[in-house]
Every structure is written in structure tokens, then in C-alpha cells.
């Protein structure tokens, strides 16, 4: 795939790095946190990796049961305010955009993440039912009601019981809770959805339609293509055409959009793998360091090797 250059961070990365106390992980398959009060110092390390752009390869579920957080994922902010839902999937690249120590003990978020493998083994297309139904790219935050908030909470506490137990099939039995709550919360997520394709005319519908198809193209080939005309080719749209309706959809350029993914591409590998400068331009596909060096230069302030010291 074109889009393996971005880091990678799975659960046991994750505890090779940060070691978590053992009672809330399921060897590399499954974590489960909860940021609040005494509770930050547990699950902070989580946190603070994702303090810088990376792809998790699994699943991650927040939600926000009182305070502010806010997320990026491919390149959008999402707010995430009390009774806040949040999904990512994987391929999805993910950022904490505002991460701020001193409010964190204030706030109280849940989080589960699961390895691709325990998804694959619940009997259950998550990809599916997340990435096709829901069209996470433009939904992946939902706000919860009482109930439904009050029932999420009961499945992480009934969930974190099973971690804690002596149960000899506690996988399973967590494959089961991942599932049901799923279900639970599916209709919430299909309503909100077409309570807000409703607001739209078909018109501005087909122009979302268009920019999903577009982000998700970008995030795929965006290492290794980085012109208008291979997008617009692949959509059967003219490069301009293109452009205007990526204008229209976003407020933002469609070279800006795959400009932006490069540098995080370049910013994540600076970060977190040991490549030298010359192998990143080499991956990125850029003709040549000194290239590479404007490129990055023009968009962040600061060369590379700035950016890999700092």
C-alpha cells in the first residue's frame, strides 16, 4: 500500500514504549483507560503519543464524559465535548491537537483500543459497518444522549471487570461487550448521519460525495503522487473541476489538502523512525534532498534536521 510510509503505532508499540500497568491490557490485543483524577497517570502515556500525528493500526473508541479534548483525524479537528463519541478505524491518522496537562485531571475520558486481530476474531465487520454505512471520514464524532452516555459507561466499567477478572476466555467475552455496544449505539450514529445528509441538497451532497472520494484517494497515493491530474484521472473529473469542488466542499485547495498530508507524512517519520533525510525523500518521492528541504522548509519554518533535533 502507498500509504505505509506514515508511522505505525500498534498496542505493543505502544507497550514497548510506555509500559501500562498490566490490568488494563489483554497482551497486545487490548487496552482500556480512563483519564481522570489520579487515574491520568496510568493512561497519560497513551495520550501523550498520539501528542504527534501517527496511524494506529486497530481501533480506537473515546468517549468524553466531561470536560475538552479536541482530535485530529485526516487532517480535521474534532471537537469532543461531554457525551462526545469518537471513532477512529485503521488507516485513519490520527493527532491530539490540543493537549493541555493541567486540564486533564479535571476531564474524564474512556478509551479502548483494539489490535485488528481481536476485531477480525469477534465475528464482526467493523470496516463495514464504520468505513462503508457510516462514512467515517465525514462521521466519526456523534454526541451521545443521557441514556445512551449512561449506557456506554456501563459497558466500559462492565468491560474493565473483565479485564480485572480471572476469566480464562476474557477475549471473547470482550469481543461480545465490543460488539453489543456497537449495536448500541449504531442506530444513535446511522440517525445523526441522515439527520444531516437531510440538511443537505442533493447538489452539495454529491460535492461531499466527490471530496470523501478525493481524501480517502489522497490519503492512499499521497507518498508518491502529488499532482492534480492522477486524482482527477481517478475520479473522472478534470484537474480544474476537481479543484473547484474540493474549494467548495472544504474552503481549502485541493493541492493544499495533499501538501498537508506530506508534510505529516515527512513530520512523522522525522519523529519516529531512525530513516536518514536522504531515504525519507526517497519514500516521499521527491526528486531530490534540496527539494525536499524547500518543501518542508516552506510549509513548517524550520528544515528537516530542525525539525528531527527539536
Known amino acids: ?3 505505509e510510509a506514515l508511522q505505525t503505532i500498534d498496542i505493543r508499540r505502544i507497550l514497548a514504549l510506555a509500559p501500562i500497568i498490566d490490568e488494563y491490557s489483554i497482551g497486545t490485543d487490548f487496552i482500556m483507560g480512563e483519564v481522570s483524577g489520579i487515574k491520568v497517570e496510568k493512561s497519560e502515556a497513551i495520550l501523550s503519543m498520539l501528542k504527534y500525528p501517527v496511524r494506529f493500526d486497530g481501533h480506537i473508541i473515546f468517549f468524553l ?30 493527532k491530539l491537537s490540543s493537549y493541555d496537562e493541567d486540564h486533564i485531571a479535571d476531564a474524564e475520558l474512556y478509551f479502548v483500543l483494539c489490535s485488528q486481530e481481536f476485531m477480525n476474531g469477534i465475528r464482526f465487520d467493523f470496516n463495514k459497518i464504520f468505513q462503508e454505512t457510516l462514512s467515517l471520514w465525514k462521521n466519526p464524532c456523534i454526541t451521545l444522549g443521557e441514556e445512551d452516555m449512561a449506557l456506554a459507561e456501563d459497558f466500559f466499567k462492565l468491560g474493565r471487570r473483565v479485564v480485572l477478572g480471572k476469566q480464562q476466555n476474557k477475549k471473547e467475552i ?23 445528509k437531510k440538511a443537505e441538497n442533493s447538489s452539495s451532497a454529491r ?39 474540493v474549494k467548495q466542499a472544504s474552503g481549502r485547495s485541493a493541492p493544499a489538502w495533499i501538501d498537508s498530508f506530506v508534510i505529516l507524512e515527512a513530520k512523522n517519520m522525522l519523529k519516529y523512525s531512525d530513516k536518514s533525510i536522504k531515504e525519507i525523500v526517497y519514500d516521499l518521492h521527491f526528486p531530490n534532498q534540496s527539494v525536499f528541504y524547500k518543501f518542508f522548509k516552506a510549509h513548517t519554518g524550520m528544515t528537516p534536521s530542525e525539525y528531527r533535533k527539536g
Not at 66 to 71: P, T
Not at 78 to 94: A, F, T, W
Not at 215 to 242: D, I
Request: charged fraction near 20%.
Open 1 to 3: 500500500m502507498e500509504n
Open 65 to 94: 464524559k466531561k470536560g475538552h479534548f479536541s482530535i485530529d483525524l485526516n487532517l480535521n479537528t474534532y471537537e469532543l465535548k461531554p457525551q462526545s463519541l469518537l471513532v477512529c478505524v485503521p488507516g485513519n491518522i490520527i
Open 174 to 196: 470482550l469481543g461480545a461487550l465490543v460488539t453489543s455496544f456497537t449495536y448500541a449505539t449504531l442506530d444513535v450514529w446511522t440517525r445523526q448521519i441522515n439527520e444531516s
Open 207 to 245: 460535492i461531499n460525495q466527490l471530496f470523501e472520494r478525493f481524501m480517502a484517494l489522497v490519503t492512499e497515493y499521497h507518498n508518491s503522487q502529488r499532482g492534480m491530474a492522477f486524482y482527477a484521472e481517478k475520479l473522472c473529473l478534470t484537474p480544474k473541476y476537481l479543484s473547484k469542488l
